[in-house]
């Protein structure tokens, strides 16, 4: 169905004839007057669904319950909604078994959480030299995640940082 702003409300609607639809169902094409008297003697409006058919196919329904129940159901549809987030966990390419054992701890939680996760080496001075050792590092992060991740993007220099993207295997 169109959105509220976009649907025409009885004397809005300017086709000659229409195609006419109640709560029992349809009630066949019919001029614009006849199907406005209808709608009017139910208590009800006359909203235009479908402006592109021909003839417009038009609906006898309560305007004001209908426009509540779309924003309900778009109000619902965005809470439903989990917004993925880009973490991000740094490290140096000596780095110690322990110190890597404790960030790993850290973005499998991310993970677990739903959450993508940039894990980053940073290279200073010197170390840019062996870019092998933050390969290493970040092949070493795969290994100890196990099988609860996907490599989004594989490891590769950005400027003096070398990162890869993890996304969860199931997302929550």
């Known amino acids: 169905m169109l959105a509220s702003k976009e649907l025409l409300v009885n004397e809005e609607i300017r086709a000659r004839e229409v195609r006419v639809i109640d709560d029992d169902g349809q009630r066949g094409v019919m001029t614009l007057d006849e199907a406005l008297r209808r709608a009017r003697a139910a208590g009800l409006d006359l909203v235009e669904v479908s402006p592109k058919a021909v003839p417009p196919v ?3 329904l309560n305007y004001g319950k209908y426009k509540f129940e779309l924003e309900k159901k778009t109000r619902e549809a965005k809470r439903k909604q989990k ?31 739903g959450n993508k996760v940039k894990v980053s080496v940073r290279f200073r001075g010197r170390q840019l030299a062996h870019l092998d050792n933050g390969r290493k590092v970040l092949q070493r992060i795969c290994e100890l995640l196990g099988d609860s991740q996907i490599v989004e993007k594989n490891p590769q220099m950005e400027g003096r940082q070398m990162s890869m993207i993890l996304s969860p295997k199931h997302p929550k």
């Open 83 to 113: 917004a993925t987030q880009l973490k991000e966990i740094r490290m140096q390419p000596m780095i110690q078994e322990h110190d890597m054992a404790f960030k790993t701890k850290h973005i499998k939680e991310f993970l677990d959480q």
């Open 58 to 60: 038009c609906r006898i």
